[in-house]
């Protein structure tokens, strides 16, 4: 028979052993959120060639999530405006921690891990204000909150590690909302910008669009191998307009936006949900779910092409091109002007494909 005292050293040598290495899970390239058939939740690790390499429950719709440089360990972002973010045992199932934000804040769905995995970092906003907030999580103690640093602006959304790993690259999407039921309550005063902060919380770097594309709202990030940042946005102004939805920046230079042909530009109504570059680092993509669009341009901005498909959503590097997710089950390649199925699956996929660059065995 268990006694207290067993049961308390058994959890204790459990959370002092070594943790297994994201080979125990099949080195899976990707981990996505996804709805299972039976209304269910999950996240998923993904290999390569999109076969599945685990599958862990999750307690509501997921968003996005960061994958451990080193441990099969990921944290798991509720949907903003989120109240959990999970610290899931990727080889078990486990929940390992239960992160919340402190009162008065939420989670805004994405994080990254920096100094090798030692610290954890969260995109959170102010409930009241919508005030922008990076929280930091010492991982090593059990993911204990230890500090926090302004966002310097009002509602991110992503946020990245520069290839320095020392600095942060933040989408403020300069909407403030109404905590309880998502309501854009600013929308005739928007001010968006992209921010690069110290992980100090020391502004190094801002940039704005011109006033007229304040209503661009600057959500979702990619990093490129030598610091070129890609930056997707939705177009909150009045509706038909056909403002380009891709942006790039190098710090040191004024922003460069990306448009496509006015009738693509149109097609992808003013939505664009995730992006990213391929993985030679030629190319650059941006989804539309609203629009059922993928379009492909250049690094330098120059518009290739669109691919067409359903609810299309979630991207990532493949080697030569992009992986990408629709809300139907689908895992594409697009490789130049193919697109391909790799795999039909039974998850309707989220809005992300995270990229688990640093894996380690």
């Known amino acids: 028979m268990t006694t207290r005292r067993g049961f308390l050293a058994a959890l204790l040598a459990a959370s002092a052993a070594p943790r297994l290495g994201w080979a125990a899970v099949g080195s899976p390239a990707y981990l996505a959120a996804a709805q299972e058939r039976d209304g269910t939740f999950a996240l998923v690790g993904l290999a390569p060639d999109g076969a599945e390499t685990f599958r862990v429950p999750l307690p509501a719709r997921g968003h996005a999530g960061a994958g451990h440089p080193a441990r099969a360990e990921a944290v798991a972002f509720a949907r903003r405006p989120g109240a959990y973010a999970l610290v899931i045992d990727c080889a078990t199932g486990a929940v390992l921690s239960r992160l ?37 999580w010492d991982v090593a103690a059990g993911y204990l909150r230890m500090g926090e640093v302004a966002s310097h602006g009002i509602g991110p959304h992503d946020l990245r590690l520069m290839p320095d790993g020392r600095t942060l690259v933040v989408a403020n999407g300069g909407i403030a909302t109404d905590p309880t039921d998502r309501t854009k309550l600013n929308l005739d005063t928007m001010r968006p910008n992209l921010s690069y902060l110290g992980l100090d919380g020391s502004l190094l770097d801002q940039v704005e669009l011109n006033p007229e594309l304040w ?102 590097a493949r080697p030569e091109g992009f992986l990408a997710s629709d809300g139907l089950g689908g895992l594409i390649d697009v490789t130049g002007d193919a697109a391909r199925p790799l795999a039909a699956t039974d998850h309707a996929w989220d809005n992300h494909l995270v990229p688990l660059d640093d894996q380690a065995a």
Do not use: K
Not at 108 to 136: C, K, M, P, R, Y
Not at 225 to 230: H, I, Y
Not at 293 to 315: N, P, Q, W
């Open 215 to 316: 209503p661009l709202s600057i959500r979702h990030l990619a990093v490129r191998a030598d610091g070129l940042v890609g930056f997707a946005m939705q177009w909150e102004g009045e509706p038909g307009a056909a403002p380009p939805l891709l942006g790039l920046h190098r710090r040191g230079a004024a922003p460069l936006l990306a448009p496509a042909p006015l009738a693509d530009e149109l097609a992808m109504q003013g939505y664009a949900g995730s992006i990213a570059f391929s993985g030679n680092g030629a190319e650059v993509a941006i989804t539309s779910p609203r629009g059922g669009r993928l379009h492909r341009f250049s690094a330098a901005g120059t518009f290739f092409g669109a691919v067409s498909r359903a609810d299309v959503c979630g991207i990532a």
């Open 100 to 136: 919340t934000p402190p009162e008065g804040r939420q989670f805004n769905g994405h994080g990254v891990f920096a100094e090798g995995g030692a610290v954890l970092v969260t995109s959170e906003q102010d409930q009241g204000t919508s005030g922008g907030v990076i929280g930091l």
